[in-house]
């Protein structure tokens, strides 16, 4: 098979939790566990760093990537799912993995797939920490596909673990209350192993407090010790963030002056609550022997984008109209987003929207601002709900617009409707992101 005949297969045989929701699920580390036996165990021949939350474990993901990469090590990046291609997963120094690699792996192994039957992501773990293996990384950051406990990552032992915020998303599978999704994301706690989690949330805290107790684990609420705050300099405002492309920063540290005009690589205010979590887990890896300068530091912050190729964290995509995308998709993400959508001058703002079927809409419908004018779309994925079915929901909730099927067309209707003046925003969904990513890499940049 070539690199595309692998990829149908893979999606045909191993199905997609994605891409198809539940049936794509398998709960258990049985079928990954099994799979490393085979492969002579890789998880253990590389140090890493584990990473799970409902919001902002991947920015935090690539965040550490880029700094360690700066300071000379050699690190790979596992993060889920993709925007575009299925490489994008598996990094190594922000270089995807070759698709000559993953022919030629699932090719000598699929009789092995035959044997254990493992899901998508069950295959994806296992070949990225083979992948790290043959790669002989120094480290690797690992970021959660879904909740801890369970998820496949979760046979490695860290040398710290690092948990983000703490809310709403995958009730079905994580549980109906915010302790019981911490509960399930505490799961990545290790015998030993420190833990960081990046925001001290009072309905959880203790959730994480009785898991460091039980596993004898260091603990960290890293917003304790670390604070980021914008400084803009004069002239630099958060409309114009992405004509900069950074926003600037000041650190405190134990409530005193740490690191003056750091210039961050992510747009969006929310940015702010993962790097406190960041900057503590590399606390955590000086003591255990990495060399991690300030000047790494900042590279490292200031240039995530080119090291990692982190993509669709408010993203600026055109200008005049200001044309924003975003991948946060559940109430939580959703809040923090449109705060920010709200400072940013615009005469009106057009709302392009697709969510995914199984997950109730109606919280977060009922966030969405009803001065805008929507134009709900549907990604090209089975999970998308329809674009007709979402427009219907939306005029139950008092929001005006109207369905455009695919991404693209719901994407053209807003960019032409739109004045210079106003703000275009694109989000609901990480698979609608991913489609607009694709549009604008194909020439349509403004």
């Known amino acids: 098979m070539n690199y595309s ?5 893979l ?10 929701g539940m049936v794509g699920f398998k709960k258990g580390l049985g079928n990954t566990e099994a799979l490393a036996e085979a492969l002579g165990h890789p998880e253990a021949r590389f140090r890493s760093v584990h990473v799970a939350g409902t919001n902002g474990k991947g920015s935090s993901s690539h965040l550490l990537a880029a700094v360690l990469q700066s300071a000379g090590y050699k690190v790979g990046l596992y993060t889920s799912p993709h925007l575009r291609e299925f490489t994008e997963r598996i990094r190594v120094n922000g270089q995807e993995l070759a698709p000559d690699y993953l022919v030629s792996w699932v090719a000598a192994h699929q009789d092995l797939f035959a044997t254990i039957e493992p899901s998508f992501f069950e295959m994806c773990v296992a070949l990225a920490f083979d992948y790290f293996a043959h790669e002989q990384v120094d480290v690797a950051v690992v970021e959660v596909g879904l909740g801890g406990r369970l998820d496949s990552t979760n046979i490695i032992t860290p040398l710290v673990s690092l948990i983000t915020n703490i809310s709403y998303d995958h009730q079905a599978l994580l549980g109906n209350t915010l302790p ?7 799961g990545i ?16 805290a203790a959730v994480f407090e009785a898991k460091a107790r039980q596993e004898g684990s260091p603990l960290l609420f890293a917003d304790a010790r670390y604070v980021a705050r914008p400084t803009p300099p ?15 920063l000041e650190l405190l540290c134990a409530g005193q002056p740490y690191l003056a005009n750091v210039a961050l690589g992510l747009l969006g205010d929310y940015q702010r609550l ?20 300030e000047s790494a530091l900042r590279r490292g912050l200031r240039e995530v984008t080119r090291l990692t190729g982190l993509r669709g964290r408010w993203s600026i995509m055109g200008q005049h109209p200001l044309v924003i995308a975003d991948t946060g998709h559940n109430e939580a993400g959703l809040r923090l987003v449109l705060a920010q959508l709200a400072r940013v001058p615009h005469q009106h703002l057009h709302f392009v929207l697709g969510v995914v079927n199984d997950k109730d809409v109606t919280k977060v419908l009922a966030l969405l ?10 990604a090209s994925i089975p999970r998308a709900l329809p674009a007709e079915a979402l427009a219907a929901q939306a005029a139950a909730a008092g929001l005006t617009g109207r369905a455009y099927g695919p991404v693209p067309a719901a994407v053209a209707a807003a960019r032409a409707a739109a004045s210079p003046e106003d703000v275009v925003f694109i989000g609901g969904s990480t698979f609608v992101v991913a489609e607009v990513e694709e549009l604008y890499d194909e020439g349509l940049r403004a």
């Open 369 to 378: 601002p009803h001065a805008a004018t929507y134009y709900f779309c549907q």
């Open 189 to 204: 706690i290790k015998p030993g192993v420190p833990v960081v989690v990046s925001q001290t949330q009072p309905e959880v």
């Open 274 to 293: 993962n790097l406190p979590g960041v900057l503590a887990t590399l606390d955590e890896l000086r003591t255990q022997g990495f060399d991690i300068p």
């Open 11 to 20: 999606y045909g045989q191993l199905p997609m939790y994605q891409r198809v």
């Open 180 to 186: 019981e999704i911490a509960g399930e994301k505490a």
């Open 5 to 9: 005949e692998t990829l149908a297969w």
């Open 234 to 248: 004069a002239g630099f405002d958060a409309a114009e963030g992405g004509r900069a492309g950074v926003q600037v």
